[in-house]
């Protein structure tokens, strides 16, 4: 009888236990409404877990989210972009979300793989053209993201100082924020890059460039030594220099082939220029290539025209920011000097900040420069950890 009452009493405990999971499994959050249901993995047995979603709203200027009240009402894939996630337990204290949820953007499709009860909010994001975003962004009344614009190329470039941070950071590679975001050789080092300028809609360059044309470049250099070319007694040009070869070969093949599509395929300027100034050399231009490096110009048109050392564009302990304690990397530029002492010369950014010219067999930093297609939408406020995010939505 006693061992009866016993085996009862187990079992009872057992039931309890089990409706208490169910409960804490199930129960309302205060945080986020549960919206839809979706079948994932327990770790312990498959369950169907309630998965929070909010998509923007298609209001005034594209701001505000709406609260998707089922699957039919998930974001329109010809208008919006998953740009990421935020997750939380029961309690609302947030959890890394690469390690309990995963989303396709091919399917729109959501999996949580957990042990306990999570809400995730899912955010997409629908981006307007770039040259508007970019130019209410550098009249929008801060003083640290100001453009000067130049009439060779057409382009706004922004320019910093010391003093400020210039928001111009945008992920490509990538649409999710916590991807682009998160420090890792796989992760910002890979998909976080700068925005040099952005062509204006006179623009008139006969380099087979359009309005409305992003120019970025990596934040960090994707090789750390590279010779622009190792004959420095001949007159190599662009177009038979070994770092061209290597960007438009090695570099190029490491990015996927659907955001290959949105890097134009343009002509660049490659004259000899022998004084640094904020124009570029027009006499000559190289033939079509996807990627290149910021011309000299471009690295002298982001300074505060007082220092050169408040260029945003300098690399800071492996990194472009304007910060004044400034790490040990050489850069090249795309821009040559031309002939000096017998042999040919291009510009670099040394140590201090400053250009300078040295021969081309030097191995110096590589960060690859790129132009955008003009059809790509922006999203996000250009700062280093809410960076700009491209969406190919922006005329959907």
Not at 236 to 249: C, I, P, R
Not at 288 to 295: E, K, P, R, T
Not at 333 to 353: A, C, E, I, Q
Not at 366 to 376: D, G, M, Q, S
């Amino acid at each position: 009888m006693k061992k009866k009452k016993i085996l009862i009493s187990i079992v009872v405990i057992l039931l309890l236990v089990e409706a208490i999971s169910l409960y804490l499994l199930y129960k309302p959050n205060n945080k986020s409404k549960i919206l839809e249901d979706i079948k994932t993995i327990d770790v312990f047995k498959e369950k169907d877990k309630s998965l929070a979603i909010m998509v923007q709203n298609e209001g005034e200027n594209d701001f505000g989210w709406h609260e998707a009240e089922d699957r039919t009402q998930w974001p329109d894939k010809t208008k919006y972009t998953y740009v990421g996630t935020e997750c939380t337990d029961s309690e609302g204290v947030k959890i890394p979300t690469t390690s309990v949820l995963t989303f396709n953007e091919t399917t729109y499709t959501a999996h949580i793989k957990t042990k306990q009860t999570i809400y995730c909010t899912l955010y997409f994001a629908k981006g307007r053209p770039a040259l508007e975003v970019l130019k209410g962004h550098a009249t929008g009344g801060s003083s640290a993201t100001t453009f000067t614009e130049t009439n060779v190329d057409g382009m706004y470039r922004y320019k910093g100082t010391a003093a400020q941070v210039t928001n111009n950071y945008i992920c490509f590679g990538t649409t999710n924020i916590d991807t682009c975001t998160k420090t890792g050789v796989d992760n910002r080092d890979k998909y976080l890059y700068r925005i040099i300028g952005i062509t204006d809609n006179n623009v008139n360059t006969g380099l087979e460039l359009e309005a409305g044309q992003l120019k970025i470049i990596r934040a960090i250099p994707s090789k750390t030594g590279q010779a622009w070319t190792s004959d420095y007694e001949s007159d190599v040009q662009w177009d038979s220099a070994e770092v061209k070869t290597y960007l438009n070969g090695t570099f190029l093949n490491t990015i996927d082939a659907e955001w290959k599509t949105l890097i134009d395929n343009p002509l660049w300027w490659i004259g000899d220029k022998t004084s640094t100034g904020g124009t570029e050399t027009t006499s000559k231009k190289s033939k079509n290539y996807q990627i290149g490096l910021m011309y000299q110009s471009d690295y002298y048109n982001s300074w505060t025209y007082s220092s050169n050392t408040n260029s945003w564009l300098h690399i800071t302990n492996g990194r472009s920011d304007v910060s004044t304690t400034y790490g040990s990397t050489y850069e090249w530029t795309m821009t040559r000097y031309g002939r000096y002492l017998g042999y040919f010369w291009p510009w670099y950014v040394d140590r201090s900040g400053s250009l300078s010219s040295d021969s081309a067999t030097g191995t110096s930093a590589v960060r690859p420069v790129f132009y955008l297609t003009n059809e790509i939408g922006l999203v996000g406020e250009g700062t280093e950890t809410n960076p700009f995010i491209i969406t190919s939505k922006a005329n959907a």
